[in-house]
């Protein structure tokens, strides 16, 4: 991915140096602990706020036995900057994108932080992944993600870890659109359950990504294998294929983002219209 030389954004917050481990929540991992744990996931996902994350246990033994490690990509100043030159290239899809529909887009703002940090939605920490907090609209990440797209989910390149910035980038999209709002009246009303409303709001999170991906297409950014890469990651995220890395099984009932294959072509889907209303992900 050609991202250097590309402009840089003004909405970042770097709290790399604020942060630590010592503000963190830890849980302990017995079967009340467990439950705990998912009565706080299911509460933040009814507010918009996506921690599940959270429910992988051995991301929360090694984020406990390991606070104070410093994260990989602290000291590589590219990964900032990369981060940077990402949201800036979601901010001028965005802005051409909601003028074509007649609306104003207010971009968000993307907090870069180590180990944890505070947000409007709770404590953030590295082991949740990056995530949108839909109450202060804003994006959080810890850029050891990337690395940990690399070790653990066999995602790696520029275009892959653009891919998830432009993931959280699509939920705000949704809280401006009014989707968020309209998602919690469904919960309430809808036969559709919880989880597979959520499903449906994180594909179309995935379909936005990849709008924002033909628009790097159309722009010659993109290099050979960078598609591969991204469909790779989309793929290596399934609901189905994280839980049986960690479970050994599945439970389809309890997928919160979707199958690997759901993923996969929702984020597809995107990328090969570039077209906005294809990516209704609400349609039965």
């Keep these: 991915?050609?991202?250097?030389?590309?402009?840089?954004?003004?909405?970042?917050?770097?709290?790399?140096?604020?942060?630590?481990?010592?503000?963190?929540?830890?849980?302990?991992?017995?079967?009340?602990?467990?439950?705990?744990?998912?009565?706080?996931?299911?509460?933040?996902?009814?507010?918009?706020?996506?921690?599940?994350?959270?429910?992988?246990?051995?991301?929360?033994?090694?984020?406990?036995?390991?606070?104070?490690?410093?994260?990989?990509?602290?000291?590589?100043?590219?990964?900032?900057?990369?981060?940077?030159?990402?949201?800036?290239?979601?901010?001028?899809?965005?802005?051409?994108?909601?003028?074509?529909?007649?609306?104003?887009?207010?971009?968000p703002k993307l907090v870069l932080y180590t180990g944890s940090t505070r947000t409007s939605c709770g404590t953030g920490q590295t082991y949740m992944g990056p995530f949108y907090c839909s109450v202060d609209k804003t994006v959080y990440l810890d850029i050891s993600f990337y690395q940990e797209m690399k070790r653990r989910l066999g995602g790696g390149g520029d275009f892959a870890q653009g891919y998830v910035i432009a993931h959280e980038i699509g939920h705000h999209v949704q809280n401006l659109l009014g989707t968020f709002n309209q998602i919690q009246h469904q919960q309430q009303n809808s036969r559709f359950s919880k989880n597979q409303l959520s499903v449906?709001?994180?594909?179309?999170?995935?379909?936005?990504?990849?709008?924002?991906?033909?628009?790097?297409?159309?722009?010659?950014?993109?290099?050979?294998?960078?598609i591969e890469q991204a469909l790779k990651t989309a793929e290596a995220i399934g609901d189905d294929r994280l839980q049986r890395q960690s479970n050994g099984y599945i439970v389809p009932d309890s997928f919160t983002h979707g199958s690997s294959q759901q993923r996969y072509t929702w984020f597809k889907r995107g990328f090969d219209s570039g077209i906005i209303e294809q990516c209704n992900t609400f349609i039965e």
């Design 1 to 107: 991915m050609r991202w250097r030389d590309q402009r840089e954004s003004d909405n970042i917050e770097d709290r790399r140096s604020q942060s630590g481990s010592s503000t963190g929540i830890n849980i302990p991992m017995g079967g009340k602990g467990r439950l705990i744990l998912f009565i706080i996931v299911l509460v933040a996902g009814y507010y918009g706020v996506d921690l599940t994350g959270l429910l992988n246990s051995d991301l929360i033994e090694q984020n406990n036995s390991q606070q104070t490690a410093t994260p990989y990509y602290d000291e590589d100043p590219d990964a900032a900057k990369f981060t940077s030159v990402i949201l800036a290239s979601t901010e001028d899809y965005w802005r051409q994108a909601f003028q074509r529909l007649g609306k104003t887009y207010i971009p």
């Design 200 to 226: 449906k709001l994180e594909l179309q999170a995935d379909c936005y990504a990849g709008l924002w991906g033909n628009a790097m297409q159309k722009k010659n950014i993109l290099e050979v294998g960078d």
